[in-house]
């Protein structure tokens, strides 16, 4: 499985590209998962219902399922889960499209989605492990590493492929 790790500032961006990535890969044929690290509290069950009830009681882990699908829920609340850790609980898949771990550099490939107006200095002027700017802007003065055009996913999904090496598929 081939981590890519999408990081920026919160409206930069990102969740668009990597739907539109999914979306791309899958079309061509790529099996694909997805990871989001939220930085507010999530709740996948409403209350009142059994999961949520058994959670409430203290169940550390608890999966609802029925006939299209599961979902597990997992408390981690004295250290939470790595990037890492997250991606060994997946099923095996060709990519793993992972946004929002800026602290963390698991990722087969890091790329930064930057738009000046959300925040004017660039993650990777302080990340080396940054691999590429996805970005809208006319240019960016200095860079060293890749810069490519946010609005066209299609060439960054090229980029992906060809930086990771994978059998090209569109």
């Known amino acids: ?38 930085h507010h509290d999530i709740q996948v069950d409403k209350p009142g219902k059994d999961s ?36 060994s609980k997946l099923d095996p898949c060709d990519l793993v499209l992972v946004e929002g771990f800026k602290k963390e550099d698991d990722a087969d490939l890091r790329l930064e989605v930057w738009r000046p107006g959300v925040k004017e200095e660039a993650i990777y002027t302080q990340d080396k492990g940054i691999q590429a700017v996805l970005t809208d802007a006319d240019s960016i003065a200095g860079c060293e590493i890749p810069v490519i055009n946010l609005n066209n996913p299609r060439l960054i999904a090229r980029f992906i492929a060809d930086k990771l090496n994978l059998k090209s598929r569109f």
């Open 1 to 38: 499985m081939k981590v890519i790790d999408f990081v920026g500032f919160s409206g930069s961006g990102k969740t668009t590209l990597v739907e539109q990535l999914v979306t791309i890969f899958c079309n061509a044929g790529f099996d694909v998962a997805a990871i989001k690290s939220a």
């Open 52 to 87: 949520y009830r058994f959670q409430a009681a203290g169940a550390q882990q608890v999966i609802v399922k029925n006939d299209s699908g599961w979902a597990m829920m997992k408390r981690t609340p004295l250290k939470p889960a790595t990037l890492k850790e997250l991606v």
